[in-house]
Nanobody
Framework: LQLVESGGGSVQPGGSLRLSCAAS????????IAWFRQAPGKEREGVSC????????NFADSVMRRFTISRDNAKNTVYLQLSSLKPEDSAVYYC???????????????????????WGQGTQVTVSS
């Protein structure tokens, strides 16, 4: 499975961006997709995820009610809508995938980055005035 992120860029505080994670070459119908981010000098942080089974989602507290995640199975693409952006949202954003049919995976998906077998190359998001 190959993952390619796009949509990053530079925006002012309060602005919005939509990140895309396009998947190709997968052999399974059940890939949970998550977004992680990493800022310079900081640990990687789980941002959001969406399950493969029923579209359940989860969000980090830091982005709750500002970010939304969705998936278009026909296009094999997952989107992360970033709104009300803050300077502390600046980071490289990565999408990652794990093959799982666990219907409860969204409950703990952000705490298990080590389980993700497939990672994209990342896209830079910079929030600055």
């Amino acid at each position: 499975l190959q993952l390619v992120e796009s949509g990053g860029g530079s925006v002012q505080p309060g602005g919005s961006l939509r990140l895309s994670c396009a998947a190709s070459g997968g052999t399974s119908d059940y890939y949970a997709i998550a977004w992680f981010r990493q800022a310079p000098g900081k640990e990687r942080e789980g941002v959001s995820c969406i399950s493969a089974v029923d579209g359940s989602t989860n969000f980090a507290d830091s982005v709750m009610r500002r970010f939304t995640i969705s998936r278009d199975n026909a296009k094999n693409t997952v989107y992360l809508q970033l709104s009300s952006l803050k300077p502390e949202d600046s980071a490289v954003y990565y999408c990652a995938a794990v093959e799982t049919a666990d219907p409860y995976y969204a409950d703990y998906c952000l705490a298990r980055s080590f389980e993700y077998d497939y990672w994209g190359q990342g896209t830079q998001v910079t929030v600055s005035s």
